[in-house]
């Protein structure tokens, strides 16, 4: 059972404010205060400094930060594993959309054929929420595209997957495209903030000294599925990974955007909880989620 004060701690890391940390935890801010005393004393260092008028974990304090999210996680594990028979364990695990909608299907049936008595529960949803819950211990791990801190998490890559622009088959641009900047006058389609297909998008830009607002048009949706079905009816063009519209690009409904100067690829990963007791067990679930 983790310590209260460490229950403290973590909800300051959170919110970065004493105030609010008292109001989520409904004690007194003299009481965070003494929780976070008692652990300075306790490891002998501080844990928060100021910047400014900022709060800001010193390095000892992210380190205990990350020690005390393994720690919680594995608790939560260890919880749910306590109250159900070997025979009722459930795999508890997440993945963002991409995978989820385009990879998982074939790999959950071949893992059912192979274990026809798993109980498996997978939750969908973008790389940021899916790192919350992870850190949460409502989940046992992840299969992401987006980028995460590999000081928090221990991984293993699941595949490397072309990534790609395209736009419906009778698409008509406004002059040829040749170059990623040849298509800022064109719509683009996005998902919204902390989706790993974003995020490469938005950081491939950046290596080009570009962002997602040189799109002179641009429109945001949450289902990568309604971005394709746009996509094909010519309201713009987008970003995805080829697994994601491999039958779209075989079918004809979408074609890809041949760029010069947009070669790339990236990883989806299989992550956990740096540190984790759990470590082998879930190294093995990688194993047979990949045979």
Known sequence: MLDFRMETFL????????????????????????????????????????????????????????????????????????????????????????????????????????YPHARLHM????????????????????????????????????????YIAVCSADYVFQSIPHRIDNLFQERLLLREEGSGTREVLERCLE????????????????????????????CGITFLYEAAVRRELEEGSLRQIPLQDFPLTHEFTFIWRRGSIYADWYRELFRRFTV
């Open 207 to 234: 290596a080009g000294n570009f962002n997602i607002q040189d799109f002179g048009e641009r429109m945001e949706v949450g289902s990568m599925q309604t971005i394709k079905e746009l996509t094909k009816a010519g």
């Open 11 to 114: 909800t300051v890391c959170r919110y970065m404010n004493f105030t609010r940390a008292s109001e989520k935890l409904n004690i007194t801010q003299p009481a965070v205060s003494q929780h976070i005393r008692f652990l300075e004393k306790h490891y002998n260092t501080k844990l928060f400094r100021y910047e400014g008028k900022k709060l800001r974990l010193t390095g000892a304090g992210e380190i205990l930060r990350n020690a005390s999210l393994t720690m919680m996680h594995d608790e939560q594990s260890m919880q749910n594993e306590m109250q159900k028979s070997e025979k009722e364990a459930e795999i508890r695990f997440g993945a963002t959309r991409t995978i989820g909608d385009a990879v998982m299907g074939q790999v959950l049936a071949e893992y059912l054929a192979r």
């Open 123 to 162: 939750e969908v949803e973008n790389t940021q929420d899916l790192l919350g819950r992870l850190d949460q211990g409502q989940i046992d791990f992840a299969l992401v595209e987006g980028f995460f801190k590999k000081s928090e998490y221990d991984f293993l890559v699941y595949s490397r997957e072309k």
